[in-house]
């Protein structure tokens, strides 16, 4: 006991010392950083010390150029929101020299996209757009085309995020843009396809009695073919293209061939992990189909249902925990837990269930994710996610914890342990989370033109945290570029998959 008595103290002798010392050079450097500044210098330090006085020049930028720093650090605040806006000030300042200037809103702008002048037919044709002249995208100054409604707008995202890259280049963009559209390549950060993937798959995947196969694998096809024959796309093997194939049975063909790229998706459930995977890949919420809950004034107290369950049965993988979590709950009084899609009951209905219960569950079916974690957030009903492979967009500066509840599957089918887990939150914990809901909401919200923080904003930020892998990966690959991979035989090697990143 006394020996450590005894090293504790010199540790805190030793520290203490130490502290000094630091001290000490530091006022030691301070004054000579005075003396160096003060107008009138004395000559000495002019001829003997600093024959230059380049290098005070120097030393006067770094320090001006730190107090500019300090006039614009951001306040304290939370961490989720907070990642994103030093990231932004970072790159906006590395990429243009910063002498305390205030940032105007065009600071904001970092993620430079390429986009690809496809025909109407991969994207605006879909939706029955018609070319005028020689230009294939719409004036969205004179009117902006609609996406169908309905289950479609569910997978929407293709949709919004080129609106907001054709935006970039309005006369009076809009004030929200984190992206812009570029028309030089070599200044892009990243190569847009702007190929709405899931519009194809919901409308064009009925194949005609006169037709070999569908309209979407034809797409498809002719995409693969445009694309693979780009320079650009040869020139990084595609490492660097951006592709939006967020409904799970989209780009089901094409993407055996476009995997190099960089997909934003629903999350990875029907693809394989060489295709497809956290690392390379952006995962984008679902346009919600239940109505934001504006004014929610609800209490705890308020909202009499504790569960709301309200979804398709499956009968393969996720379907058993869907079953038996019925047999658990049925009985249970105020839980809500009916198969049947929202679509089929009624969107008003399920807007009304869903803003009046405590919390709602999402439970695995055919694939990971769901819509219905989407109508939770923007019912402000708390999440009960039952999931175990589920990706969650932006979960790299967001924390789910939060707002949502995680129970692995083999816990949630033991008896009881579901319910009483729920019903062992209480008004206070309830009240926290409801409120980060609705902090976090906008995160999720698409919208034409987009709004500072909605869900095209985060999305494209989340693609800007992928850049500097990308280039990594880009940078790596060109090493042997000129002596290229060759087998025993001396013939050229095609990298597979499994090697390629
Ligand atoms: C941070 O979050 C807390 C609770 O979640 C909230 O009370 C506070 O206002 C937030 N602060 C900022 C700067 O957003
Ligand atoms: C494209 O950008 C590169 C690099 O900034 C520049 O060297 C080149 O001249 C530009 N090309 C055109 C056509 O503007
Ligand atoms: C709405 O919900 C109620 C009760 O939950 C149900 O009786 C009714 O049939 C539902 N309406 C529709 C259109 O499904």
């Not at 906006?92 to 496809?118: A, I, Q, W």
């Not at 879909?126 to 004179?142: H, I």
């Given at each position: 006991m006394a020996e450590r008595n005894a090293s504790s103290l010199l540790i805190v002798t030793r520290k203490s010392l130490f502290c000094l010392f630091t001290f000490t050079s530091l006022l030691f450097i301070l004054s000579w950083v005075f003396l160096l500044r003060s107008s009138t210098r004395p000559q000495f330090i002019d001829n003997t010390l600093l024959p230059n006085s380049k290098l005070l020049a120097v030393?006067?930028?770094?320090?001006?150029?730190?107090?500019?720093?300090?006039?614009?650090?951001?306040?304290?605040?939370?961490?989720?929101?907070?990642?994103?806006?030093?990231?932004?000030?970072?790159?906006?300042?590395?990429?243009?020299?910063?002498?305390?200037?205030?940032?105007?809103?065009?600071?904001?702008?970092?993620?430079?996209?390429?986009?690809?002048?496809?025909?109407?037919?991969?994207?605006?044709?879909?939706?029955?757009?018609?070319?005028?002249?020689?230009?294939?995208?719409?004036?969205?100054?004179?009117?902006?085309?609609?996406y169908p409604g309905g289950l479609n707008l569910q997978h929407s995202i293709e949709y919004w995020l080129t609106l907001d890259l054709l935006a970039s280049e309005l006369p009076n963009p809009p004030n929200a843009r984190f992206a812009i559209r570029v028309r030089n390549v070599s200044q892009a950060d990243i190569i847009f396809v702007p190929f709405f993937s899931s519009l194809s798959y919901n409308r064009f995947s009925k194949i005609d009695l006169h037709q070999k196969k569908s309209n979407n694998k034809a797409l498809q096809d002719i995409l693969v073919k445009y694309v693979t024959a780009q320079k650009e796309w040869k020139a990084s093997g595609g490492r660097d293209h951006l592709i939006v194939a967020h409904h799970p049975n989209s780009l089901l063909d094409a993407r055996m061939k476009l995997w190099p790229a960089t997909f934003i998706l629903s999350d990875f459930g029907r693809y394989p992990p060489n295709v497809a995977n956290v690392e390379k890949d952006v995962i984008a919420p679902y346009n919600h189909v239940i109505k934001t809950f504006v004014n929610d004034l609800s209490t705890f107290e308020s909202r009499p249902t504790l569960l709301y369950f309200q979804g398709a049965i499956y009968r393969k993988d996720g379907g058993f925990a869907r079953q038996e979590l019925f047999y658990l709950l049925k009985d249970e009084k105020d839980v809500h837990f009916a198969f049947g899609t929202v679509q089929k009951n009624g969107i008003r209905n399920a807007t009304k269930g869903m803003h009046s219960s405590k919390f709602c569950l999402n439970i695995a079916g055919d694939t990971p994710s769901s819509n219905r974690l989407f109508d939770a957030i923007a019912s402000h009903c708390v999440p009960v996610i039952i999931s175990d492979d589920i990706e969650l967009p932006y979960e790299d500066v967001l924390d789910y914890s939060e707002f949502c509840i995680f129970v692995r599957t083999s816990d949630a089918v033991k008896k009881n342990y579901l319910i009483k887990l729920i019903r062992s939150i209480g008004r206070d914990e309830w009240t926290r989370m409801w409120k980060r809901l609705q902090e976090v909401q906008n995160f999720y919200e698409f919208q034409y033109p987009s709004k500072d923080g909605d869900a095209v904003q985060m999305i494209?930020?989340?693609?800007?945290?992928?850049?500097?892998?990308?280039?990594?990966?880009?940078?790596?690959?060109?090493r042997y570029s000129r002596a290229p991979i060759q087998n025993e035989k001396g013939l050229t090697r095609i990298p597979s998959p499994k090697n390629f990143w």
């Open positions: 030393i006067d930028h770094a320090i001006s150029a730190a107090e500019s720093q300090n006039d614009v650090e951001p306040s304290v605040g939370n961490r989720s929101i907070l990642v994103d806006k030093e990231e932004e000030e970072k790159s906006s300042s590395s990429s243009r020299p910063n002498h305390g200037v205030k940032c105007d809103t065009n600071e904001k702008e970092v993620l430079k996209v390429f986009m690809y002048d496809l025909p109407p037919e991969f994207h605006f044709g879909l939706l029955d757009w018609k070319p005028e002249g020689a230009t294939v995208w719409p004036d969205l100054q004179s009117k902006v085309p609609s494209w930020k989340a693609v800007a945290r992928k850049v500097p892998g990308i280039r990594l990966k880009l940078h790596k690959s060109r």
